[in-house]
């Protein structure tokens, strides 16, 4: 009986250091490049002295504990799989984290509930998921609006995210359809299919899905008299079934001290303060706009060709409207 007792008591603690012994050597160096690239830090703060979720500078988890964060998470926090961080990295993030020291208090939530906020909106904020895509559910509203998904859609890319993304992005012809999702998968006995249903009706039916556009700025080409840059504006969504955008608005921040030497494409307005504008009346899934803009030089790194899209239709159902989608600047 006492062997046994010894035989109980010791296994655990052979299994543990087994666990320690495999597990990957970390270096502080790499885990702290990995962090600062990161969107992890939208919970769990910028140094990792907790937020929404819990704090992680100078904790004390070891390989095997951080792992266990990260691929079976405790709380609501999803669950990340091997291509999205891999045990190196995992190993990397604990050795950075211990030798960090403990803050002396957490952070704030970055987007918290207000007194009038909606019930789907609160779920959606207490949840977690307002932390990476703000408290008007952007990103999510548009990839949603590609399909006009229904709720079942919206579900399997709560929970198996990690491969319902990339057959998303594949279903509608999308150029990043490979890339590695950055959301890992929620568990349905944390984040219920109740608590789902309330953020996307709120989605849907009160704020509403937004056009799913995207706009790429192409590298500037030098022209004959000055220096010309391409931009490719579209409607990414799935014929007959994602959103039909209306009154389009499409601008252009000019660099100080650069003119506008001409433009092209349907629905040119001329420049008009600092920016060039087109306009558009409808842009339809699939459809696709493209422009060319010759400046009379090059932006630089701190003033460079930028701009932003607007439109009238889908507009948010509740609120104002603050729907953009940002250009971003054209490469350098």
């Not at 109980?8 to 597990?23: E, F, I, R, Y």
Request: hydrophobic content about 40%; some cysteine.
């Amino acid at each position: 009986m006492k062997r046994l007792l010894v035989a109980v008591l010791v296994l655990p603690l052979t299994q543990s250091l087994a666990l320690a012994q495999n597990a990957p050597a970390g270096d502080a160096t790499a885990g702290k490049a990995v962090w600062d690239r990161a969107l992890c830090k939208n919970c769990h703060g910028d140094d990792g002295q907790g937020a929404f979720g819990p704090d992680l500078a100078g904790r004390g988890l070891n390989v095997a504990e951080f792992k266990q964060a990260v691929r079976k998470p405790w709380g609501i926090m999803p669950a990340f799989v091997e291509t999205q961080v891999s045990d190196k990295q995992i190993a990397d993030l604990a050795a950075y984290f211990a030798g960090l020291p403990k803050a002396q208090e957490p952070g704030k939530w970055k987007v918290e509930v207000k007194a009038d906020t909606p019930p789907g909106q609160a779920a959606l904020i207490n949840l977690g998921c307002a932390q990476c895509h703000g408290e008007t559910f952007n990103g999510p509203r548009g990839n949603l609006a590609t399909v006009n998904a229904d709720f079942d859609e919206f579900a399997t890319l709560v929970y198996n995210h990690t491969t319902a993304l990339p057959k998303a992005r594949a279903a509608i012809g999308a150029a990043n359809a490979n890339n590695t999702p950055l959301m890992g998968n929620f568990n349905r006995t944390r984040v219920t299919e109740a608590s789902l249903r309330e953020i996307y009706y709120w989605t849907r039916d009160e704020i509403g899905y937004r056009a799913p556009l995207q706009a790429r700025l192409g590298k500037g080409e030098p022209a004959a008299n000055g220096v010309t840059y391409k931009l490719d504006v579209n409607n990414i969504g799935l014929p007959g079934k994602g959103l039909t955008a209306e009154g389009v608005t499409v601008r252009l921040q000019i660099p100080a001290g650069v003119n506008v030497v001409s433009a092209t494409g349907a629905g040119y307005q001329g420049v008009q303060g600092n920016m060039a504008v087109w306009q558009i009346p409808t842009l339809a899934p699939k459809d696709q706009q493209s422009y060319t803009i010759t400046l009379s030089k090059a932006g630089s790194q701190a003033d460079n060709l930028r701009g932003n899209i607007r439109w009238v239709k889908p507009a948010p159902k509740t609120g104002p409207s603050e729907d953009v989608v940002n250009i971003a600047p054209a490469p350098l």
